[in-house]
C-alpha cells in the first residue's frame, strides 16, 4: 500500500463511504492528469534530448561505474578490519561475490 491508500482508509473511517469515495476519485483524476502531462511532456522533451543522449549514456556510465568501485572497496576494507583471525579465503569471499555477479 501507498501513502494514498492509507490517506484514502483513513479518510473514509474517520468520515463516511461517500467522503472517501470523493477522495479516491479525486486521487484518480490528479493521477491521469499528471500521466497525460508526463507522455506530453515526455515526447517534446525526448526530441529535445536525442543531441544529448550519448554523452548523458556515458555519464551515467561513469556515475554507476564509480559507484560499484566504491561500495567494491568499502566491501574489502570492511572485510579486512572484521577480524584478523579469518583465514585468507574468507577475506577474498567479497572479491569472488562481486566478480560472480559481473558476468
Keep these: 500500500m501507498d501513502a494514498v491508500t492509507v490517506s484514502v482508509v483513513h479518510v473514509t473511517a474517520q468520515t ?22 508526463a507522455v506530453a511532456g515526455g515526447t517534446t522533451v525526448a526530441g529535445a534530448m536525442q543531441p544529448f543522449s550519448t554523452p548523458l549514456y556515458w555519464f551515467a556510465f561513469d556515475v554507476l561505474y564509480f559507484a560499484a568501485i566504491r561500495i567494491f572497496v568499502t566491501a574489502l576494507r570492511r572485510d579486512r578490519t572484521a577480524g584478523g583471525t579469518e583465514k585468507q579465503g574468507a577475506r577474498l569471499r567479497s572479491l569472488r561475490f562481486y566478480t560472480m555477479h559481473l558476468a
Excluded: K, P
Design 16 to 37: 463516511s463511504f461517500r467522503t472517501g469515495a470523493t477522495t479516491i476519485l479525486g486521487a484518480i483524476a490528479a493521477d491521469v492528469a499528471n500521466a497525460v502531462i
